[in-house]
């Protein structure tokens, strides 16, 4: 007998999820870049303020980056 | 000793898929940052098979048992084994061959299935199973990671949009060697531990192991060993296919597409529904170009990769049901196993050294 029942909570989790994660990892490498390209044209026309709030945007989104990369070697590690 | 004989054959032949699958499977990887040059073609696959090297010894728990829950596991002889391997070798060596990227964790699945129904009937298949753990998921990760994949891409071209190209193109090509590098250590922790499993299983049946023993270090090894080697060589074939003939990408899109499929397969892992990284990564790859133009996309060869996908478990489960047959009608014990793999040896010696020194000019051809 073949039962055609899928788990959709399940399913859900696995949607909801990769959507946060996927998105997620986007969005903060993005931001790195962002940051960094902006703080240099920053320091290029003299904004040190400027420069410094755009290196902590890059800053502060590459940790997050970084902690999401060691999120995912911990998963693979420990399944 | 004919036992022994059987086991030595299962457990060659299951490095032999176990390389296939590294060969068949570095697209996933390392296409789209060869196409968008974040690395060179040989750097980019040096690189993966290091990383599905040392994937392969991060987890040692070998819990996913060849098609566990879809075959009855009591059922199955290093006889049935051996000719759903062969089943899955040759859907990959045919897909490889035109180009198109498939899994091949299906496509061992329906190896087995194929020489399981044939030597068993259909008692020995779970349909539930195969619509739960190949079914659904085919359709779920291509799905997820083109709607994600597209999504993010948008939201990428939003953020860094009007920023000077050059500086962004560089950040991405070195998101890219952060997220390609992700790929290949999760492929290898995936799927060497399904060979691992094929092998250890073997050994078990054989009477060499108890079911409760470690997996031994030379399985462990001995599968990294392959599938890496099987990523150096490099399916340049599907690597073209995935990195350049399904969309022209540029370092943004690349990153978000491996990004997601990373971060999708990961995700899709710790919430206990593991999905195929083929199907995860061309999805995202589709999606990443549709979201900025649906006509960027080659819908031909985006539509000759699903025929592929639908394809899959019923093309090896035909191959591995007829080895079987063949097997068994000269003998399971010794001299069926011996016979179709002489054969197959003598059979890719001649075509497939032909076929592998094609798809080298093809890397000399960029």
């Known amino acids: 007998m073949v039962s055609f029942a899928v788990d959709t909570h399940l399913l859900w989790d696995v949607i909801w999820v990769s959507f946060a994660a996927g998105l997620g990892i986007s969005v903060l490498f993005s931001l790195v870049i962002l940051g960094g390209a902006r703080a240099a044209d920053s320091r290029r026309s003299g904004h040190a303020g400027a420069a410094a709030g755009w290196a902590a945007l890059a800053g502060g989104a590459f940790l997050l980056f970084a902690a999401g990369v060691a999120l995912g070697v911990q998963e693979l590690a420990t399944k | ?366």
Do not use: C
Not at chain 2, 212 to 234: K, Q
Not at chain 2, 289 to 304: F, H, T
């Open chain 2, 1 to 366: 000793m004919e036992g022994d004989v059987v086991l030595w054959i299962v457990v060659a032949t299951a490095l032999a898929f176990d390389f296939t699958n590294g060969f068949h499977d570095t697209a996933n990887a390392v296409a789209t940052s060869i196409s968008t040059r974040a690395l060179s073609p040989r750097l980019a696959v040096g690189l993966a098979a290091i990383l599905n090297f040392a994937g392969a010894f991060v987890s040692l728990e070998v819990a996913a048992t060849i098609a566990s829950g879809i075959v009855d596991a009591e059922l199955v002889t290093p006889a049935i084994v051996f000719a759903g391997l062969v089943g899955a070798i040759a859907w990959n060596l045919a897909t490889w061959y035109f180009g198109l990227p498939s899994s091949s964790s299906h496509a061992l699945i329906g190896g087995v299935v194929g020489s399981a129904f044939v030597a068993e009937g259909s008692t020995a298949v779970f349909g539930d199973g195969i619509v739960d753990k190949v079914i659904v998921p085919a359709l779920v990760a291509p799905l997820l990671a083109f709607v994600v994949g597209g999504l993010s891409i948008l939201v990428v071209y939003r953020i860094v949009g009007r920023q000077h190209p050059g500086p962004v193109a560089r950040g991405f090509r070195l998101g890219q060697i952060v997220s390609g590098s992700l790929l290949a250590l999760s492929h290898g922790t995936n799927d060497a531990q399904k060979t691992m499993g094929v092998i250890f299983l073997a050994l078990v049946a054989n009477g060499t192991l108890t079911a409760d023993a470690d997996v031994p270090t030379w399985v462990v090894v001995s599968a990294a060993t392959a599938i890496a080697l099987g990523t150096y060589v490099g399916g340049w074939r599907i690597i073209r296919t995935m990195g350049t003939r399904i969309i022209k990408m540029d370092p943004a899109q690349g990153f978000a597409a491996q990004g997601v499929g990373a971060t999708v397969i990961m995700a899709a892992s710790h919430v206990g529904f593991p999905l195929s990284t083929t199907h995860t990564i061309s999805g995202a790859i589709m999606g990443t170009g549709a979201a900025k133009r649906v006509s960027a996309v080659r819908w031909g060869v985006a539509g000759n990769i699903v025929v592929a996908w639908v394809l899959t478990l019923p093309a090896a489960a035909a191959v591995g049901g007829i080895t079987y047959a063949v097997v068994a009608l000269l003998g399971t014990e010794v001299v069926g196993p011996v016979v179709v793999a002489v054969a197959l040896i003598a059979g890719l010696a001649v075509a497939g050294g032909r076929r592998l020194v094609a798809g080298r000019t093809l890397t000399a051809e960029g």
